[in-house]
């Protein structure tokens, strides 16, 4: 490209033209030339060079003038920064761009209307700078843009304007903590036709978790109207979250869900002065997502194209940040812009980093979106302005807790200050969370009223390391910082599986060494996700409470029906946890809640028997047979029977708690196959919970009808022993590792060995007692499942009872 052009076409200008174009039109330019053809929509444009900059900047002789202004700053004093920043400009707005360059823009503007049939088209005019989407920093935010800008003069304004954002106070502040030269830094401005998303929707999408850095998945936010609310974190977005590895094989596997509130969109203004406008979402629209399933997966199919592309590009694994717009008008999706993810991308995956909070009784104060893992403690410093801070005279300092509405990207430089991030609104792909990621601070987005219920001055801890949702306790708590160096960890040959209860943390496990899950609760899904009782959701309509309709009518939004939102929301956790640990085996346990814990569930009361002792009553396998409760378990087979056969996630295999008997064991298996849910179908996987001793006892006959047993050492002891692990009277009696419980483990070793079946363990008992782990090892069991945190010490104790069986050998 020649270097020396002020105006080029986008199509013209690609990765190699970063220091012409910027790296945002770079970016756009470089799709547009190859990845059009393969069927990805990008709108047209072109590019404002950065000599056309450059020449505007010496012929109206500000360089010299800012260069002064720049080294006056105080970058301690927030103050000091932002009189800088405005003096600077002020400059540049109120300079004239050169006749002859303000020609050139104009008729390339006219060819680019003509191009659409419009005599004066409607565009969009982004700032690209030198430095920006750089794989060390992205420069999120920094610059900016202006939509729906129509007309010559109204696009002369916008681009004098982006000029100016080179000096945003954010802008100077970022490149001084990055160590960038503010004058080796220039700017392109890109004049691209405006998808009308306004009449549509628009968002973000990630080819990576940006939680976790996990690789196999697409994550995109998206909402109605022109992105800038999105980003700016002034709405709750809905999510989607898309599994790679089974896209494209016949298989929708759209993992996960969550329906945003969008209250507000943004839309063009009617006004010629007011380019664009906010206005209300319609309730009846505010309760369906913003787009359908075909949607989904052509945006995510498309992400993971640009992700290939670039990645090759790059010769290096490149996971990427991508904004789309959906047209109202067409129907048809755009890509608007895709840079490179700075965060995940540098991480050194052989360091493992876990923040735990120790044991507390602190009062929950608010909750949102957890962004990072960290913890962090400070005193709450809540900032509606930066104007009204600095003219109060109250001083953000250094470790406090920034509570807010929503950040603005001006805020940098008190954000880089602060312990944690609190607001109340907001996404996992809005400023306030980007920003936070990037500078390692750990954020609560989405709280919606943090404001109101937080205390100026008020000392408080954030913890982000307990999943999806973050939590805002009072005081200053305690927590570790655990630091693990994964290479260092010895080589075991017992597999070593993991227990998952949270599906929100199952992308953050997965890091961990693993051979799959040997345990993954249905229980914990039901509660947390659904929080209702399924024969609630089924008949509530026949019980005459209105208050348990409404509630349920009210939790559904956004899914088909009743039988939609439980089937979906129980696929939504199992599929986490199933995509998590793909393609190693997953063991979904059905549900194993007793009466009583059941009564719990929204509705429960309806149904639940009391019983005097519901640890030994109607739970496990003898529910899903009875005529009670058939209806709730098909439910259950239904969900497993869409994580597998839509989903793709075939490594999901079942597992029956609490079976009494070999019949009852026929019984449940029948019951499943009327719901289309078959053992070896499909490679579908059955396995037992030997957790009672007639499982023991007649373990020959229990393995001719299943693949494979997984101890749960719980309630085996408990009914070994005859004692109720739930009573703190007998509480010091209750140890897996008593001789009568050990000698139960030995003879179903035995047993299963001798029928050629699986037999593993996934009750707490290793987890705590490494020296139960070497027992099990030393016995020839096949795998161990243990909570994540045992991860570590159980690997050590393995590694030292099979170097000591060998060494015998």
Not at 83 to 107: D, F, Q, V, Y
Not at 237 to 245: A, G, L, N, S, T
Not at 522 to 549: K, M, Q, V, W
Not at 560 to 581: N, W
């Amino acid at each position: 490209m020649n270097m020396n052009k002020n105006i080029v076409l986008l199509e013209q200008v690609g990765l190699g033209d970063v220091e012409t174009v910027g790296g945002k039109n770079a970016s756009l330019g470089e799709m547009l030339q190859n990845l059009t053809r393969l069927g990805i929509r990008i709108p047209g444009g072109f590019v404002i060079t950065v000599n056309a900059y450059r020449k505007f900047m010496e012929e109206n002789g500000l360089n010299t003038a800012i260069q002064e202004r720049i080294r006056e700053i105080d970058y301690d004093n927030i103050e000091s920064l932002r009189r800088a920043g405005l003096h600077i400009r002020g400059m540049i707005r109120n300079s004239k761009i050169p006749s002859s360059l303000s020609a050139e823009i104009i008729e390339a503007y006219y060819a680019l209307s003509k191009k659409y049939g419009q005599d004066i088209t409607d565009v969009a005019v982004r700032s690209s700078a030198t430095a920006e989407d750089l794989p060390d920093a992205s420069f999120a935010g920094q610059q900016e843009t202006y939509l729906n800008v129509r007309g010559p003069a109204a696009l002369m304004n916008a681009v004098r304007n982006c000029f100016a954002s080179l000096f945003t106070d954010r802008a100077i502040s970022y490149r001084q903590r990055f160590k960038y030269d503010h004058f080796a830094v220039a700017l392109s401005v890109g004049v691209q036709k405006m998808v009308r998303s306004d009449l549509g929707a628009s968002g973000v999408a990630f080819s990576i978790d940006t939680e976790s850095g996990f690789k196999d998945l697409v994550l995109i936010n998206g909402s109605y109207g022109l992105g800038e609310m999105l980003v700016q974190g002034s709405i709750s977005p809905d999510e989607f979250i898309v599994f790679k590895p089974t896209m494209g094989k016949g298989f929708t596997p759209i993992i996960e869900k969550k329906l945003g509130s969008k209250e507000n969109m943004m839309v063009y203004g009617d006004d010629p002065d007011e380019r664009v406008k906010i206005i209300p979402v319609e309730r009846s629209a505010q309760q369906r997502f913003c787009l359908n399933q075909e949607q989904v997966l052509q945006l995510a199919n498309w992400v993971c194209t640009i992700e290939t592309y670039y990645s090759t590009t790059k010769k290096t694994w490149c996971p990427m940040d991508v904004e789309w717009a959906l047209d109202g008008l067409s129907g048809e999706l755009f890509i608007v812009q895709a840079r490179p993810e700075t965060i995940h991308s540098r991480k050194d995956e052989s360091q493992l980093t876990e923040y735990v909070l120790l044991p507390h009784s602190a009062r929950t104060l608010v909750k949102g979106i957890a962004v990072g893992d960290k913890v962090a403690s400070g005193k709450v410093s809540i900032l509606f302005s930066l104007d009204k801070r600095v003219s109060e005279g109250h001083e953000f300092k250094e470790g406090d807790v920034l509570v807010t509405d929503m950040t603005d990207p001006d805020w940098e430089p008190i954000m880089k200050k602060a312990s944690a991030i609190i607001t109340n609104k907001g996404g996992r792909t809005c400023h306030a969370a980007i920003v936070a990621r990037e500078m390692g601070v750990p954020a609560i987005v989405g709280c919606i009223n943090a404001t109101e219920i937080l205390s100026e001055g008020q000392l408080i801890t954030a913890s982000c390391a307990e999943g999806d949702e973050g939590a805002v306790y009072e005081g200053a708590l305690k927590y570790d910082v655990l630091k693990t160096n994964l290479s260092e960890l010895p080589k075991i040959k017992t597999p070593l599986m993991l227990n998952v209860g949270s599906p929100s943390l199952a992308f953050q496990f997965s890091n961990l060494p693993h051979s799959g899950v040997g345990l993954a609760r249905e229980e914990f899904i039901i509660n947390n996700y659904i929080g209702i009782h399924p024969l609630a959701l089924l008949t509530h309509r026949e019980l005459n409470d209105s208050s348990l309709s409404a509630t349920i009518k009210t939790k559904i939004s956004g899914f088909a029906d009743e039988e939609d939102y439980f089937v979906q929301k129980l696929s939504f956790g199992i599929a986490r946890i199933g995509a998590a640990f793909f393609p190693k085996t997953v063991i979904v346990r059905f549900s194993d809640f007793k009466s009583n814990e059941y009564r719990n569930l929204l509705g429960g009361e309806h149904f639940e028997p009391h019983e005097e002792n519901p640890m030994i009553g109607w739970r496990g396998a003898s529910r899903y047979y009875s005529k009670e409760y058939k209806a709730a378990f098909g439910l259950e087979c239904k969900a497993i029977r869409n994580v597998r056969e839509n989903m793709g996630l075939e490594n999901v295999a079942v597992m029956i708690p609490f079976c009494r008997t070999v019949n009852e064991l026929l019984k449940v298996k029948e019951t499943m196959a009327e719901f289309g849910l078959k053992q070896g179908e499909h490679g579908l996987k059955l396995y037992l919970m030997a957790e009672i001793p007639s499982n023991i006892l007649l373990a020959s006959e229990f393995a001719k009808h299943i693949d494979g047993f997984s101890i749960g050492s719980n309630d085996l002891t408990q009914l070994t022993l005859g004692l109720d692990r739930d009573s703190s009277l007998v509480a010091h009696l209750y140890d897996e590792r008593n001789e009568a419980v050990k000698i139960m483990l030995s003879m179903l070793i035995s047993a299963a060995k001798k029928a050629g079946v699986k037999v593993g363990i996934c009750g707490q008992g290793p987890s705590d007692h490494p020296d139960f782990a070497q027992f099990l090892v030393a016995q020839g069991i096949d795998s161990i499942s243990v909570t994540p945190d045992s991860v570590i010490k159980t690997i050590k104790a393995i590694h030292a009872v099979e170097q000591e069986l060998a060494g015998k050998k």
